[in-house]
């Protein structure tokens, strides 16, 4: 192997290849386009935000074999056509299992997990998902949330997206608008109903120390507020 010599700028800008390569990357570029385009349409469009994990994957892949492909002189066309022509065959059949047999996409995709029942976050369905109950309150008032007593249901489906469902009569809540980071942590007063910082439950039990959540155990503790009405 050649020794590098550092800051070429002749490697640095125009490389070793003569300059009708310039011309060829241009040919690469014209049908790697034209072929990806073609199966991508077959495939169906998506957002991103509506890709499963395999179909993000997939999209991973692609790009390593679509840009490798348009200026790499060692890597042929059809090579790289056949990769593309596999992933997308690939994705095909994965759809095909899905359809199939009942099941596949929870093992595949993933579950919707529920994060909120009833104004109170589930902890166990937070942590499955790898996030917070502060991410959790961003989420929601992304969607114009107030209070988490708003909602009789918060889903969190494989794609990453939730599912808001308001609640028929609003019940007493955890304020999360202004956000709890600005909200200035005061003692609840004496007729004040108790809520957890954390989680949003209004149910506390008492031990040597006081009043604490018991749905999360957290003494972060603060009053709870009356939930406007949320509407989609």
């Known amino acids: 192997m050649d020794p590098v010599l550092p800051f070429d700028l002749q490697r640095l800008f125009a490389g070793q290849h003569p300059p009708l390569f310039y011309a060829e ?51 042929p066309l059809f090579h790289a056509m056949l990769v593309i022509l596999m992933l997308v065959l690939l994705d095909k059949l994965i759809d095909l299992v899905i359809r199939r047999w009942r099941g596949a996409k929870a093992l595949i995709d993933g579950e919707p997990r529920r994060l909120l029942t009833d104004g109170v976050m589930i902890c166990d369905g937070i942590t499955a998902r790898q996030i917070g109950t502060a991410e959790l309150a961003e989420m929601l008032r992304l969607r114009g949330v107030q209070n988490l007593g708003s909602l009789s249901g ?79």
């Not at 998506?46 to 679509?66: D, N, P, T, W, Y």
């Not at 005061?186 to 749905?215: Q, Y």
């Open 154 to 232: 918060v889903w969190m489906e494989p794609s990453g997206e939730i599912s808001l469902f308001p609640a028929d009569r609003p019940v007493m809540g955890l304020a999360i608008v202004p956000p709890l980071e600005e909200q200035p942590s005061e003692a609840p007063g004496p007729g004040d109903t108790l809520c957890c910082r954390n989680c949003g439950s209004t149910t506390m039990t008492r031990d040597t120390e006081g009043p604490v959540c018991s749905n999360c155990r957290s003494r972060d503790l603060t009053a709870a507020r009356a939930a406007p009405e949320w509407r989609r």
């Open 25 to 75: 990357i241009l040919f690469r570029i014209a049908v790697i386009w034209i072929w990806s385009i073609a199966l991508l349409r077959w495939i169906g469009g998506r957002s991103i935000s509506q890709l499963s994990l395999v179909e993000f994957l997939l999209v991973i892949a692609l790009g390593s074999a679509v840009g490798d492909a348009m200026f790499y002189a060692e890597v």
